[in-house]
């Protein structure tokens, strides 16, 4: 059979791989044939590369395998050629020392997988929460026309008459064992209630807001964020997402074209408005810098401030997503930053439209979900943006999570200088502490860790708990879950690891949070400060080999997204070098 390309706009990278009569050629596609492919597969269509982070230690995306069928319909109809591609996939639950330690290295190895084989376009299809920014990362790195396909949210769960938010009643049920309120027993019970079915967490999570944030940056359908995952209308959004993205190809519409400064904002106001996780500060920093976007933690403060948070979702509030989806989902509340004149309305998505295009004709069909502005949880949404002595660089809270009465505080720290400190001293009946303390946590950043875990949040002293206490002020250089909740102080910078003024806070120093002020404040003097810092020595642990050698080695700090210093910007998808 001779090889006729087919008539598309524009020559197809995968053609550099398949077009012609020629031995390389022929290599290629002979070895493809092997699976029992047709030769007019490889006539010049578009090559669609579906990137799937299924995996059965990712139990988020153990579903995707399904999904990924629906898109190749989609991608066939459109007159594409569908490739599913396993790729690395990072699970929260399961990967130690921490999921965020390896968010770089599976942005790495899918932004290569994309740059060396034969993909004009590209579907994303994630859901546990890292999956979702390290494929974008690596989209944004190559450039090559891609759409993301989220897993979805797992169904409500419920115990005992109560609506259980995987996650957040994790942290509650541990806190009400420790306090005495709540038998192992009945925790072992509440366990099946908490993750009852395909998807990923129910709650306001990092895996919930991260879908929203790629809906929100244009890189998703819209309505993606929100359909429960074992919802047909999760099967057809994948469905429509195959079909969408060959034309994206058509149209030669990228990621760079997608995600702009405008798109970013957008998505800063979004996360505000549904009381999205902390941990979207970190993502959306490193993607931005995959693109060469210049954003800051300053735009996330500039940007969310004045955003009421109207999403009533755990961990801030009281529904879920299954709730959230049947309001009418994450166009409701992007509708309603337009109507507030906090949209860039004319910012281009996947579909090939302006992002208020798709959304303003959208209804509210329960305004006890998406709540009427002046039923917000908060005000003055978003993520904090603190700044003083103790957190030159920054440190973030989020308000919705936090404790009103705790937003301005003065107490004495009490000091665990890493992880594992903290668990062999925090249930001491005789550890000094009570609420008015401030509970501080070293060496838990992106190089202490290492990796930086979700450690910031840490449990309550028992005797404090038997008071009848659920909140008191935390700060760490560390994240929280997005299910997670308090009056919590993360990602301060720069990190202890670093040599940052959190390294040398002692027992008994007095600290400052004055929220209203974005301000953090160590009470020592600036010259007892500086003489602590030149006695400081590192303590984390020094790994001499392997990758985690390389991501200590590499990594940057938590205000600039904590990505590797050499993997940022878009470095494009050249074809490189032919092998045989």
Known sequence: MSFKPAKWPRKLRSQEWFAGTHKDAIYHRGWMKNQGLPADLFDGRPVIGILNTWSELTPCNAHLRDLAEKVKYGIYEAGGFPVEVPVFSASEPGFRPTAMMFRNLAAMAVEETMRGQPMDGAVLMVGCDKTTPSLLMAAASTDIPSIVVTGGPMLNGQFRGERVGSGTHLWKFSEAVRAGEMTAEEFV?????????????NTMGTASTMASMAEALGMALSGNAAIPAVDSRRRVMAHVSGRRIVEMVKDDLKPSDVMTKQAFENAIRTNAAIGGSTNAV????????????????????????????????????EYLMEEFFYAGGLPVVIKRLGEAGLLHKGALTVSGAAIWDQVSDVQNWNEDVILPTEKALTQSGGVVVLRGNLAPDGAVLKPSAATPELMVHRGRAVVFEDIDDYKARINDEDLDIDETCVMVLKNCGPKG????????????????????????????DARMSGTAYGTVCL????????????????????????????KLHLEVSDQELKARLADWAPSHETPDSGYAWLHQAHVEGADTGADLDFLKGCRGNPVGKESH
Request: with cysteine; charged share 25%.
């Open 282 to 317: 970190i993502h959306l920093l490193a993607i931005a810098g995959r693109v060469g976007i210049d954003l800051s933690l300053d735009d996330w403060d500039r940007c969310g401030r004045d955003v009421p948070t109207i999403v009533n979702l755990m961990p801030s509030g």
């Open 189 to 201: 019970e509440a366990e099946a209630s908490m993750s009852r079915s395909a998807g990923s967490c």
């Open 491 to 518: 990602h301060t910078s720069p990190e202890a690891a670093a040599g940052g003024p959190l390294a040398v806070v002692r027992d008994g120093d007095m600290i400052e949070l004055d929220v209203p002020n974005r």
């Open 449 to 476: 860790y290492p990796g930086m875990a979700e450690v910031g949040n840490m449990g309550l002293p028992p005797k404090v708990l038997r008071k009848g206490i659920t909140d008191m002020v935390r700060i760490s």
